[in-house]
């Protein structure tokens, strides 16, 4: 459990600043573009890429190459493992290199339509110049994970502060020497290409200190058919979630400018606390299930997951409360520049608010994912997934009717709920142990003390608010004072209640020496 903890800080800590080198780059795109047209645009032709990450990167091929890997170390050790890895990257590059081809072709073509509406013309163009992305990531994404899988976490967790800083650097460039938003653009879209390639090249040199290197390895053999028999049915389920998230977007293209934007915006705070405590519970923990599994250990998979579902729990829940309470000065702190106005402000709120209730299902969701993953059960996600993108499009085709973006939002949600719940449901009737009921007092634990944390960061809110500061200021001492004293009550809570996990994180704090 210690050393679990230890790899979790890793990650966690190298993600938080990914992250908030992210946030910054959000910041300065919305202060630069605000919710204009380019920026939705932008969005959108960055969506295409970032699927096809999710498909053929850390997602279906990822889960796929986890438990197959971790196989093959336990039988021939690191070099056949390494082998092996090999083949699968060769073919990947083949596979992406015909789908970058082809897209960029007809990419091109479609934005010289004129029957095209301009705003479409405009995503195309820059989709074009973005679709390259595609093959550095999904190549880096797959490095990542044959360096997780050896134990390196930290150099995989990080790369994504290269890609922030090449956009952040990129923007600032373009603002100086371009006047119109389309130059600005521009720019940011050789960021993107720069900061790509530096994304594969730096877990790639830290691979290769582990004793990988680059060779043509053609010929497969009864891993690769086992490896294609896993990725097809996680192929069918990642495609399905991708297409959620590209349809909610193209539906909010054709809604106004602005939708796109503030959907994203919405949704990139409610990634963050799951980008940096979710993602890596669920990147530490993949490993070990998957080699629980492997030796046969079911008490040690239960052990393991329900361990990682308390984690998931007890950070998801009070940060989606937060960022539903906090919402209004959280964005007045961090946006509330240039371009980026207080109506636009008034739009994201209430969808940050939808994204913050249902942080705690999205963050169960991708965790059980992987439970079932680990176990090679790839058909029950899928399955899950088709049911969860009819219910986004039926139930966001009919919301953003009646309430605009929100209602797309509530819509994916709702979707999102439906797989949280059908997930967990599939693993308990495999293992009995990892019932909902068997984690029913943590679960009760977590959400009394969030709650409890809410009402006190809204009562500071509501105070800060009426003490009479200028609006700018009002918000940053809301967030100052409300944010870690809120995290400082919520965490005593637990501990008072005797959470489960404080004791083991209770030791790792004691043992912990600078250097370790």
């Given at each position: 459990m210690l050393r679990n903890l230890?790899?979790?800080?890793?990650?966690s800590l190298s993600t938080v600043g990914s992250r908030v080198l992210g946030l910054t780059r959000d910041i300065l795109i919305f202060a630069a573009l605000g919710t204009s047209l380019w920026n939705s645009a932008f969005i959108l032709a960055f969506t295409l890429p970032n699927l096809f990450r999710r498909l053929l990167g850390e997602g279906a091929l990822t889960s796929a190459l986890v438990p197959v890997f971790s196989d093959m170390r336990e039988r021939e050790g690191q070099t056949g493992a390494f082998r092996f890895f090999n083949q699968v990257l060769l073919r990947l590059l083949l596979a992406l290199g015909v789908i970058v081809t082809v897209g960029m072709a007809l990419l091109a073509w479609a934005s010289g339509q004129p029957w095209l509406p301009e705003r479409w013309m405009l995503g195309a163009e820059l989709a074009v110049w973005l679709l390259p992305y595609m093959l550095f990531i999904c190549l880096a994404a797959i490095i990542s994970a044959g360096l997780n899988l050896v134990g390196r976490f930290a150099v995989a967790a990080s790369t994504p502060i290269l890609l922030n800083g090449a956009m952040i650097g990129s923007l600032l460039i373009g603002r100086w020497l371009e006047a119109d938003p389309a130059g600005t653009v521009y720019w940011l879209c050789g960021g993107v290409l720069l900061g790509g390639s530096l994304q594969l090249l730096v877990p790639a040199i830290d691979l290769m200190r582990q004793g990988w290197r680059p060779k043509i390895e053609s010929r497969g053999g009864a891993e690769l058919t086992e490896l294609w028999q896993l990725?097809?049915?996680?192929?069918?389920?990642?495609?399905?979630?991708?297409?959620?998230?590209?349809?909610s977007r193209l539906l909010a293209y054709s809604l106004e400018e602005s939708a796109v934007s503030v959907l994203y915006l919405?949704?990139?705070l409610m990634e963050l606390p799951l980008g940096v405590f979710t993602i890596?519970?669920?990147?530490?923990?993949?490993?070990?299930?998957?080699?629980?599994r492997s030796t046969g250990d079911e008490a040690g998979f239960s052990q393991a997951f329900l361990q990682g579902m308390r984690l998931v729990t007890a950070i998801a829940v009070p940060a989606g409360v937060g960022l539903a309470v906090l919402g209004e000065p959280i964005l007045e702190l961090l946006f509330l520049w240039g371009a980026f106005e207080q109506a636009d402000i008034t739009a994201t709120l209430p969808l940050l608010a939808i994204y913050g209730l249902g942080l705690p299902f999205y963050s169960a969701a991708t965790y059980a994912t992987r439970g079932l993953h680990a176990v090679k059960d790839m058909r029950t996600p899928v399955r899950v997934a088709g049911w969860c993108l009819l219910i986004n499009l039926l139930a966001?085709?009919?919301?953003?009717?009646?309430?605009?973006?929100a209602g797309l939002a509530a819509a994916n949600v709702l979707s999102a709920v439906v797989q949280s719940v059908c997930l967990w449901r599939a693993l308990a009737r495999r293992h009995n142990s990892l019932g909902f009921f068997g984690l029913r007092r943590s679960i009760m634990k977590v959400l009394l003390s969030a709650l409890a944390m809410g009402a006190a960061c809204w009562g500071a809110a509501a105070l800060f608010t009426e003490l009479g500061f200028g609006q700018k200021m009002a918000a940053t001492l809301i967030v100052l004072v409300s944010v870690p004293g809120g995290a400082a009550f919520y965490f005593g809570l637990l501990y008072w209640l005797r959470f489960e996990e404080f004791e083991g994180l209770k030791k790792l704090l004691l043992r912990y020496?600078?250097?370790?």
């Open positions: 230890k790899n979790i800080a890793v990650v990725f097809l049915p996680g192929l069918m389920g990642a495609a399905i979630l991708q297409v959620n998230i590209l349809v919405a949704s990139r890596a519970v669920a990147t530490v923990f993949f490993p070990l299930l998957a080699k629980a966001g085709l009919g919301l953003m009717r009646l309430f605009g973006a020496k600078p250097g370790m």
